[in-house]
């Protein structure tokens, strides 16, 4: 076994300068896409949001086209918390949002209270027809760039707090947020929820875990509204002599109907982090492992679909094709899989499996976990990989429990090095947390939750391809 620390990764911004903060990175240097014709500088934005939180939001988004204080952080340790910079044209964003009345849609309290003593699962359900109904009409005024809906406090979804650090919450399984998404699918825009503790600062009941700092809000509310606008903040550099790589997570989920079978889901991006999702084929539960898995036919009519899909919104094909997988690889889905890389002439492929529960732990020293980008050679084909831990630029570890490591199998040939720089770089490309910090790689780590939305939907449904829409 042999343990080293791999170098932090770099991402690219404006004019092809690097760091490795995203926040700092925008600070000094301005979204990767600054210089594009195409960049949004205008964010026209609609509004869906209860009678009495219209107000108050729009007084917050006012405040957040200035600078706001990062928190107060220890000496050596001001990297963690960077000021927001403020969020308009004269802003290294060089974009603002554009509010219109009349592009504003109002609950009213009547409305809300039509909901009250009905089931909690009704509530989640008719709440989200409401909501859905008034977005549908902002996105045919063809006038919005993105439509901000706001929950009512009273549609606050529950969640398993019970989480280890860096893992998503896992929501109820009917929940307004899911419901909302999957019926919003079909729009030209995409939707931002907002909660009203984003603005208010007040932690809401019920919630064990610590709000973040309101600089620290708006920088991930204001990035994600910037790449769901169709704004680039940063994406993972490449140079002229690297392959152009396209980057697949394969999960799985199982409709509301409950049987047996569940359908695959392929997300796919490129190292400028443009995202699509694309619905595979039915799955089986393996009797060996209890996990779903694929035929032979469907992992490869999968693969061949997830790449022609990329090549529809790219307008070329891949020289390298990574996929990540969070269950085993069957020999089966392995020829599958090789099939559609053969019939798409891709010479360069990794098959990489990502186990979120890893046995073993790493201790070092002193009182600070494992630095991040630790890795741990087990075997040939096995690594142990920190992507959360004790980080150089803070100084500090800046999680709450004690961080797990991912564990890395080789599948097909392929160098585990490549694989970990992979995951740690997928690891920086979350625009709703922009952070550098992030447990999964984003080719799985919102996997479940686009699952969550789209088994509300029948099998047939046109839904939007666009990863903007589901994050």
Same mark, same amino acid.
């Given at each position: ?6 170098? =932090? ?7 092809? %300068? ?23 500088? &205008? ?28 928190? &107060?952080?220890?000496?050596?340790? *001001? %990297? ?15 974009? *603002? ?7 504003t849609r109002e609950i009213s309290d009547r409305q809300m209270r ?29 006038r919005c760039s993105i439509i901000v809906c706001v929950r009512p ?7 398993? =707090?019970?989480?280890? =650090?860096? *893992? ?14 999957? &019926? ?35 920088? %991930? ?55 699509? /999702?694309?619905?595979? @084929? ?39 094709? /990574? ?43 002193? &009182?600070?976990?494992?630095? @991040? ?56 490309? %979350? ?6 910090? *992030? ?10 939750? /686009? ?21």
């Amino acid at each position: 076994m042999r343990a080293r620390v791999l170098s =932090e990764p770099l991402l690219e911004f404006r004019a092809g %300068n690097r760091h490795v903060d995203p926040r700092l990175g925008l600070l000094r240097y301005g979204p990767a896409d600054a210089d594009a014709t195409t960049r949004p500088t &205008q964010v026209r934005v609609g509004v869906v949001a209860p009678a009495d939180s219209v107000g108050a939001m729009r007084e917050w988004f006012e405040r957040c086209r200035n600078p706001i204080p990062g928190k &107060q952080a220890k000496p050596g340790q *001001e %990297n963690m918390h960077p000021n927001f910079p403020g969020f308009g044209l004269g802003t290294p964003f060089g974009a *603002e949002l554009c509010f219109d009345s009349s592009l504003t849609r109002e609950i009213s309290d009547r409305q809300m209270r039509r909901f009250e003593g009905q089931a909690t699962g009704r509530i989640a359900r008719d709440a989200a027809e409401l909501y859905a109904d008034h977005a549908r009409s902002l996105d045919e005024t063809g006038r919005c760039s993105i439509i901000v809906c706001v929950r009512p406090p009273e549609m606050l979804d529950p969640v398993d =707090e019970d989480v280890e =650090e860096g *893992e998503e919450p896992r929501r109820a399984a009917e929940n307004f947020h899911d419901l909302l998404k999957a &019926q919003t699918l079909g729009l030209g825009r995409p939707l931002q929820l907002l909660r009203p503790e984003t603005w208010t600062g007040k932690q809401p009941k019920g919630r064990d875990r610590p709000l973040q700092d309101e600089a620290t809000r708006a920088w %991930n509310l204001h990035t994600a509204i910037y790449y769901k606008a169709g704004g680039s903040p940063w994406r993972l550099p490449r140079d002229s002599t690297d392959l152009s790589s396209c980057f697949i997570g394969l999960s799985f989920f199982r409709p509301l109907e409950g049987d047996q079978l569940h359908t695959a889901l392929a997300q796919i991006f490129n190292e400028r982090g443009d995202g699509v /999702v694309v619905r595979g @084929r039915t799955a089986h539960v393996s009797k060996i492992d209890r996990q779903p898995h694929l035929t032979r036919d469907d992992a490869s009519i999968t693969l061949r679909e997830a790449l022609a899909e990329f090549r529809r919104v790219h307008g070329h094909d891949p020289a390298r094709v /990574v996929i990540h997988k969070t269950s085993r690889f069957e020999p089966r889905e392995i020829e599958g899989f090789e099939a559609a890389l053969d019939a798409a002439r891709v010479e360069h492929a990794e098959m990489i499996w990502i186990q979120r529960k890893a046995g073993p732990k790493l201790f070092r020293e002193g &009182q600070l976990p494992p630095l @991040r980008c630790t890795m741990l050679d087990l075997d040939s084909n096995t690594a142990m990989l920190y992507t959360r831990g004790s980080v150089e630029f803070f100084r500090t570890y800046p999680g709450m429990y004690v961080p797990q490591p991912l564990l890395l199998r080789a599948t097909r040939s392929g160098s585990l090095h490549t694989a970990a720089v992979d995951v740690l770089g997928l690891s920086k490309m %979350n625009w709703n947390n922009a952070q550098l910090d *992030e447990r999964d790689a984003l080719t799985l780590r919102t996997a479940d939750n /686009v699952g969550d939305m789209l088994r509300h939907l029948a099998a047939g449904s046109t839904v939007a391809t666009r990863y903007a829409f589901y994050m």
